[in-house]
């Protein structure tokens, strides 16, 4: 179907309609076809960095999240060639931060290591890993930041600058010294809250914005990507909803459970 | 594509590690033994390591500490941050989780390291030469009993998968809480083995204890010498292995201490670092650092609990002190039985925590008072382990202090090395077989986990080195113990 608002697409062979105006991205989600993706996450706008989209459009190599559709394109997303980029750049990920899945909270709803399931990355990339040291700033009392595991995707940037009104995060340095900083010396001292948009888990798809006293409520096998693979949601068409497996808090009355060792006059026993 | 988790690339530091020990043994000029003493490689970068990480990570980061009791350490660390997040006692069904996990743990570590490491000593005999004590000739000449191993271990792990969400470096003891219960499925899945297992352990047991009593001179002489005994027990005196309050008794079975809450553990025990060793020599502070020094783990446990709640362990413990006539048993080679005991308690244990239904509930997980520091014990398979931190308002930690049981037992170990050296070794200038596997076997019944951070039990070499008065070496000689079988 093409006409003056739609056009269509051939994406591996498989043909779909666009809107004039989508981008690459937009058109294949909404025609149930993933394109795997780090840096770009709905209702925030494209930033096409982390090329982990790419594809080709007519033999030319495009980030999909930013390139707009076009007349007569033909697409290859799920071929080899362009599946072995993006494994190249997920693994460097991997060796660029300090990643030890088994012992961070996000595993299991982390998108990088959703990621790197998704690509078949099984083992590590002969590539030397930068083992990073970074200081983890703890300073806030709701939210803590590892940067030890940021992909900079800055996600968080765009959250709190075009959703939540604020400037929290911004990118600093360059090159291979580029980090995500905060506003000020950390991160206690911006006007950053847990109610923020840029602090849900929709947000940073890594373990490096972290919700305090959160970490590890879900169990194993009740996580997002415990029973799927990352972009299924969007092949169905069934949305699922990031949201962090609650787990109910009770706040202790000391009267119901009396300190051990002590009988019910406090008496050590 | 169900719990494909975890199965990414790992970069820490602490896979790389690999534990070994190794023995020296200094003669004197007459060739002599003089000493002997056990070097232990102990992974000590992990207390500067979990500086600066969050309170609730410690539970599942403590777990790569060691590959073999990575539950002990897990529920450790979730007790102290329980008592950090001002937790004094858990719901129902978290304790009851917790509880299953680690009865889940402590019988497939002692299965494990029954069949795979004693049974090839019990059955073959420990002067059978080293290539015929090992799991591959049990396999062979005892089938039944190894499937029962292989069997029994299996459904320790799966109450392991259950409990805490997989079968290793699962996560779900969280700081005051538990993050899962256990489902009617779960529960249904391991009630149909149970009384095999219970059946299974007690058999296991017999020939642990048939063994003691007709090698009862062998078990006699054999790196059997006086110690004191700690452990943790309920405040009635009955075995607790996950919670409870410190005993210690001497060797003739007198109370140094009882009913001590572990939190104060300062005040009773001190540590003292010696020149060769990494690893510290802890010693009961009133008894002084020459005669202070004490054993944990099962045998210690058999000695200061005054009796078992479960009622099959508790007729084998009765047996047990009839054996030892009511005093503490000092026999090193005691070990097996008392393992095998607490076998037996656990599967019983098990199974009134499966008929249980506080398990199915909901609440689980608590929240209090916050404090600046955490201070857990429980006993491990091998023995107590303390686990020690303090947390600052940041929720990071900033300190941290392990007394695994192998360093409770470090004396302990050393004295029963130097005294099978004595014996096997004295007036020689070189390191014979016999001796070889009588070390081999001395150290083995401590069960210790070398350095602690050693990754597959079955790869843990074992040297000896001889020296001579001059402190030259003069010999040296190196034992593998075997690779860990598969099913059959
Ligand atoms: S952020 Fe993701 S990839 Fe990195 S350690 Fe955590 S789970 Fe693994
Ligand atoms: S903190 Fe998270 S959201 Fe922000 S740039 Fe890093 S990885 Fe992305
Ligand atoms: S998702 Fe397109 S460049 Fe990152």
């Given amino acids: 179907m093409s006409d003056k608002d739609h056009l269509t697409l051939n994406i591996d062979g498989q043909k779909i309609t666009a809107k004039r105006g989508q981008t690459l991205m937009q058109a294949c989600d909404a025609a149930g076809v993933y394109i795997p993706r780090l840096c770009d996450s709905e209702g925030l706008e494209p930033q096409g960095s982390c090329r982990v989209c790419s594809v080709k459009l007519n033999g030319r190599v495009v980030a999909a999240c930013t390139q707009p559709v076009v007349a007569n394109a033909h697409i290859e997303s799920e071929t080899e060639e362009i599946n072995r980029y993006r494994k190249d750049l997920v693994s460097m990920l991997f060796h660029e931060g300090n990643h030890l899945c088994p012992i961070c909270e996000a595993s299991g709803r982390c998108e990088l290591q959703a990621m790197a399931y998704r690509l078949g990355i099984s083992q590590a990339a002969p590539h030397p890993y930068l083992e990073p040291v970074r200081p983890v700033d703890a300073s806030h009392p709701d939210i803590a930041l590892d940067n030890n595991r940021c ?84 092949e169905t068409q069934q949305p699922h909803h990031h949201s962090l497996h609650k787990i109910e808090v009770k706040q202790i009355d000391p009267a119901d459970f009396p300190p051990f060792n002590k009988d019910d006059n406090g008496d050590t026993v | 594509m169900k719990n494909q988790t975890d199965r990414i690339i790992e970069i820490a530091p602490l896979t790389r590690v690999e534990g070994h020990g190794k023995v020296t043994v200094h003669l004197n000029e007459d060739n002599e033994v003089v000493e002997a003493r056990l070097h232990i490689v102990e992974f000590r970068g992990f207390e500067r390591f979990i500086q600066g990480r969050m309170l609730w990570e410690v539970p599942v980061i403590v777990q790569r500490l060691c590959g073999i009791c990575p539950v002990s350490h897990h529920l450790a660390a979730a007790k102290a941050m329980d008592m950090v997040v001002g937790v004094d006692q858990l719901t129902p069904t978290a304790e009851k989780m917790r509880r299953l996990m680690h009865y889940g743990q402590i019988m497939q570590s002692n299965v494990l390291h029954f069949f795979h490491l004693s049974s090839p000593d019990l059955l073959f005999g420990f002067d059978a030469p080293a290539k015929k004590r090992d799991i591959f000739n049990i396999i062979r000449e005892f089938p039944e009993l190894a499937r029962q191993g292989v069997l029994m271990r299996k459904y320790g792990q799966e109450i392991i998968q259950y409990t805490s969400g997989k079968k290793i470096h699962g996560n779900s003891a969280i700081p005051g809480g538990v993050n899962k219960n256990l489902s009617l499925a779960e529960r249904d899945a391991l009630l149909k083995d149970i009384d095999q297992m219970i059946l299974w352990s007690e058999q296991a047991l017999e020939l642990a204890r048939d063994y003691t009593l007709e090698h009862a001179s062998l078990v006699d002489s054999f790196a059997n010498f006086d110690s004191n005994h700690m452990s943790l027990v309920r405040t009635d005196g009955a075995l607790d292995l996950y919670h409870g309050n410190l005993r210690a008794i001497d060797s003739h079975g007198n109370i140094i201490f009882d009913q001590v809450d572990y939190r104060d553990f300062d005040s009773i025990i001190q540590e003292e670092v010696k020149p060769w060793s990494y690893m510290k020599f802890p010693f009961i502070k009133s008894r002084g650092n020459v005669d202070g020094w004490y054993r944990v783990g099962p045998l210690a446990r058999m000695n200061t609990a005054s009796f078992i709640d479960t009622p099959l362990a508790n007729q084998h413990h009765a047996d047990f002190r009839r054996f030892s006539q009511h005093k503490p048993a000092n026999m090193t080679l005691a070990y097996h039985w008392a393992r095998m005991i607490e076998v037996l308690h656990c599967t019983e244990k098990i199974k009134e925590l499966l008929l249980d239904p506080d398990l199915h509930g909901s609440d689980l997980r608590l929240t209090g008072q916050r404090r600046e520091e955490g201070i857990a014990m429980l006993e491990a398979p091998r023995g107590s382990l303390l686990h020690h931190y303090k947390v600052d308002e940041n929720d990071q930690v900033t300190y941290c202090n392990l007394i695994v049981s192998t360093t409770h037992n470090n004396t302990a170990m050393n004295r029963a090395v130097t005294d099978v050296a004595k014996k096997y070794l004295s007036g020689q200038r070189k390191i014979t077989e016999p001796m070889l596997n009588h070390v081999e076997v001395a150290v083995r019944a401590y069960d210790p986990c070398l350095s602690c951070a050693t990754h597959a039990l079955g790869q843990m070499p074992l040297v000896i080195e001889l020296f001579d008065a001059e402190n030259r070496l003069i010999d040296s000689a190196s034992q593998y113990a075997t690779p860990e079988p598969t099913a059959p």
């Fill in chain 1, 151 to 234: 992909i900079l995707c800055g996600r968080c940037i765009r959250a709190s600058r075009d959703v939540d009104g604020k400037h929290v995060f911004e990118y600093i340095g360059r090159g291979i010294h580029k980090r995500i900083g905060v506003n000020a010396d950390c991160l206690a001292e911006t006007d950053a809250s847990i109610d923020d948009h840029a602090m849900s888990l929709e947000v940073c798809p890594v373990g490096c914005i972290i919700r305090k006293r959160e970490g590890f409520f879900a169990p194993v096998g009740e996580r997002l990507y415990d029973t799927e693979v990352i972009g299924r949601d969007i």
